[in-house]
């Protein structure tokens, strides 16, 4: 549960990601599949190289469902609910044992891809953000991130 003062920060530094959103999605799935490439067996159907069409198309889609979620932060389970949907049934990113069970490197464990993204992203926006990235602000989106994951994993079971 994210405090009154961890969601305002979050609000506000995510208001300073405005001019950056186009890019900062694209650049950590970039980063994902660099830094843990048994990610890529999620997007077989994807030209991933680095500045792919794709991949920046998909970015954008992922950080426009961050920016619902950082307008739900009180409901988060609701504001996502489709995603969630889609991520467990459909895509059935596995959200504890490492991407794809019989299919993970072991280098990965125990991390789940949805902590990877999460560590990704925090990763790019403290790029983005440098010194406006505190480490309160850094506590905050993890643990906003940690909620956004938990929510897409909750219907896995
Ligand atoms: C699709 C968001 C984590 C794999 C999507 C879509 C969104 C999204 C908005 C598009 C849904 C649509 O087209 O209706 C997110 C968010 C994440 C997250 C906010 C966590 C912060 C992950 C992770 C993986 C993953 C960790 C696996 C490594 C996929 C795949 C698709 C998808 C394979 C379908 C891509 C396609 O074929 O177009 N995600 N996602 N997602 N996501 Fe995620």
Same mark, same amino acid.
């Given at each position: 549960?994210?405090?009154?003062?961890? /969601? #305002? !920060?979050?609000?506000?530094?995510?208001?300073?990601?405005?001019?950056?959103?186009?890019?900062?999605?694209?650049? #950590? &799935?970039? *980063? =994902?599949?660099? @830094?843990?490439? #048994?990610?890529?067996?999620? %997007?077989?159907? %994807?030209?991933?190289?680095?500045?792919?069409? /794709?991949? *920046?198309?998909?970015?954008?889609?992922?950080?426009?469902?961050?920016?619902?979620?950082? $307008?739900?932060?009180?409901?988060?389970? /609701?504001? &996502?609910?489709?995603?969630?949907? =889609?991520?467990?049934?459909?895509?059935?990113?596995?959200?504890? !044992?490492?991407?794809?069970?019989?299919?993970? #490197?072991?280098?990965?464990?125990?991390?789940?891809?949805?902590?990877?993204? @999460? /560590?990704?992203?925090?990763?790019?926006?403290?790029?983005? !953000?440098?010194?406006?990235?505190?480490?309160?602000?850094?506590?905050? %989106?993890? $643990? %906003? =991130? @940690?909620?956004?994951?938990?929510?897409? @994993?909750? $219907?896995? *079971?």
């Amino acid at each position: 549960m994210l405090t009154a003062e961890e /969601q #305002s !920060l979050i609000q506000k530094v995510w208001e300073k990601t405005a001019s950056h959103r186009d890019e900062i999605g694209g650049e #950590s &799935l970039y *980063r =994902l599949f660099t @830094s843990y490439p #048994s990610t890529k067996t999620y %997007f077989p159907h %994807f030209d991933l190289s680095c500045g792919s069409e /794709q991949i *920046r198309s998909h970015g954008k889609k992922v950080v426009a469902a961050l920016s619902t979620a950082v $307008k739900s932060l009180d409901n988060l389970s /609701q504001a &996502l609910s489709e995603l969630s949907s =889609l991520h467990a049934y459909n895509l059935r990113v596995d959200p504890e !044992l490492g991407p794809g069970t019989g299919n993970r #490197s072991s280098d990965v464990e125990p991390h789940s891809a949805l902590q990877l993204l @999460s /560590q990704c992203i925090q990763v790019v926006l403290a790029l983005h !953000l440098g010194k406006e990235y505190t480490p309160e602000v850094h506590a905050a %989106f993890d $643990k %906003f =991130l @940690s909620a956004v994951a938990a929510v897409l @994993s909750e $219907k896995y *079971r």
